[in-house]
T-cell receptor
Framework: GAVVSQHPSWVICKSGTSVKIECRSL??????MFWYRQFPKQSLMLMAT?????????EQGVEKDKFLINHASLTLSTLTVTSAHPEDSSFYICSASLGTGQGGNYGYTFGSGTRLTVV | AQTVTQSQPEMSVQEAETVTLSCTYD???????LFWYKQPPSRQMILVIR??????QNATENRFSVNFQKAAKSFSLKISDSQLGDAAMYFCAYRGTGTASKLTFGTGTRLQVTL
């Protein structure tokens, strides 16, 4: 089945530094990737949609200069949290749309998530 | 904009019993897809079941089945013969028919399974 590998699974960084989270599609080409943020005991909140080779589309209220998304290839999308602060601490999840080309029938596959702690 | 509502923040079921999780949604589209995802403590999102809106037949996957009422915009999940491993957060989700359509999630229902 279609698998998305997300790394790192957890990271601790100092306030003011930047952190990069990677999501790789292992056995398929991910034209579209979604990035979510999840606070404890809450639902997934969509941050942005990235399409290979074009600029990401950010949801309202998400700072595009703080959360940089790059989708330079069909197998790799990255989220960089720039100048991280404690309030950026959260669980970040990526997801790839399987569309219909991969026989996915409009399904999705999710990465395993990254727990970011900013101290 | 589409919205998904899960009115049960928490549910509890005894092992081997049956439980139904509720979900309602709002959309102006006639064709779309509905999903139930499970998120165990590992936080990995796992697809439980999906339903295409154009299909009248309710989807079934082993112990999991849905009651899809299109006119009422209702999409409940029934878990039969509940097992301890079913304990998790369950999210109802909606997407449109575009190939790059995003998923809209409900707020989730935490399911506890007791002995």
């Amino acid at each position: 089945g279609a698998v998305v590998s997300q790394h790192p699974s957890w990271v601790i960084c100092k306030s003011g530094t930047s952190v990069k989270i990677e999501c790789r599609s292992l056995d398929f080409q991910a034209t579209t990737m979604f990035w979510y943020r999840q606070f404890p005991k809450q639902s997934l909140m969509l941050m942005a949609t990235s399409n290979e080779g074009s600029k990401a589309t950010y949801e309202q209220g998400v700072e595009k200069d703080k959360f940089l998304i790059n989708h330079a290839s069909l197998t790799l999308s990255t989220l960089t949290v720039t100048s991280a602060h404690p309030e950026d601490s959260s669980f970040y999840i990526c997801s790839a749309s399987l569309g219909t080309g991969q026989g996915g029938n409009y399904g999705y596959t999710f990465g395993s998530g990254t727990r970011l702690t900013v101290v | 904009a589409q919205t998904v509502t899960q009115s049960q923040p928490e549910m509890s079921v005894q092992e081997a019993e049956t439980v139904t999780l509720s979900c309602t949604y709002d959309t102006s589209e006639s064709d779309y897809y509905l999903f139930w995802y499970k998120q165990p403590p590992s936080r990995q999102m796992i697809l439980v079941i999906r339903q295409e809106a154009y299909k009248q037949q309710n989807a079934t996957e082993n112990r999991f089945s849905v009651n899809f009422q299109k006119a009422a915009k209702s999409f409940s999940l029934k878990i039969s013969d509940s097992q301890l491993g079913d304990a998790a957060m369950y999210f109802c989700a909606y997407r449109g028919t575009g190939t790059a359509s995003k998923l809209t999630f409900g707020t989730g229902t935490r399911l506890q399974v007791t002995l």
